[in-house]
């Protein structure tokens, strides 16, 4: 079974300055997903960037980006320019491309402060 | 705003009560997912469901039990509640189009008392 794994529980960055939550995951699988999620206070969920595993380029979306190691199973946000909008819990999820329709799997989420 | 819709978006109840929780996937999403979260935890994967079938079960309790219609709106009922069951319950939706990313509603937060 595949499981996705967030190391760092909570993480604190400086207004403007970069920081980069890290994920591995587990499976044996070759073709998937990856996502991050953002949950701000407001417990909303929104999706900040996909990855697809076939791809070997990182995704992009503006301040957001990824860093996809396939081989190492790792896939870390950076986040640049920090803003204090910024400050949510970030999930990091998986899903499978070849079982359609299957669930996403979560990580346990990263608590994410902005320090002004 | 994701395009699914849920409903209501608080909710209020006693233990031992049932309650139906709602959800619209956005406009040409067959899949629909419930997860819950209760507070200060992650996200519990409870059922998928795909164009009126369900399709994957998670952690659901017997107590609970969902059911997608023809429209593709979907309903999570809750029943006997209990303490515990008071979370943060969302919906998700997603199609091919969208290339494997699922979009949450709002979440409906549930109270038992």
């Known amino acids: 079974a595949q499981t996705v794994t967030q190391s760092q529980p909570e993480m604190s960055v400086q207004e403007a300055e970069t920081v980069t939550l890290s994920c591995t995951y587990d499976t044996s699988e070759s073709d998937y997903y990856l996502f991050w999620y953002k949950q701000p206070p407001s417990r909303q969920m929104i999706l900040v960037i996909r990855?697809?595993?076939?791809?070997?380029q990182n995704a992009t979306e503006n301040r957001f980006s990824v860093n996809f190691q396939k081989a190492a199973k790792s896939f870390s946000l950076k986040i640049s320019d920090s803003q204090l909008g910024d400050a949510a819990m970030y999930f990091c999820?998986?899903?499978?491309?070849?079982?359609?329709?299957?669930?996403?799997?979560f990580g346990p989420g990263t608590s994410l402060s902005v320090i002004p | 705003d994701s395009g699914v819709t849920q409903t209501p978006k608080h909710l209020i109840t006693a233990t031992g009560q049932r309650v139906t929780l709602r959800c619209s996937p956005r406009s040409g999403d067959l899949s629909v997912y419930w997860y819950q979260q209760s507070l200060d935890q992650g996200l519990q994967f409870l059922i998928q469901y795909y164009n009126g079938e369900e399709r994957a079960k998670g952690n659901i309790l017997e107590r609970f039990s969902a059911q997608q219609f023809p429209d593709l709106h979907s309903e999570l009922n809750l029943s006997s509640l209990e303490l515990g069951d008071s979370a943060l319950y969302f919906c998700?939706?997603?199609?091919?189009?969208?290339?494997?990313?699922?979009?949450f509603g709002p979440g409906t937060r549930l109270t038992v008392l």
């Open positions: 990855q697809e595993a076939y791809k070997q």
């Open positions: 998700a939706s997603s199609s091919l189009s969208s290339g494997g990313s699922m979009f």
């Open positions: 999820a998986y899903r499978s491309a070849t079982t359609s329709y299957d669930k996403v799997i």
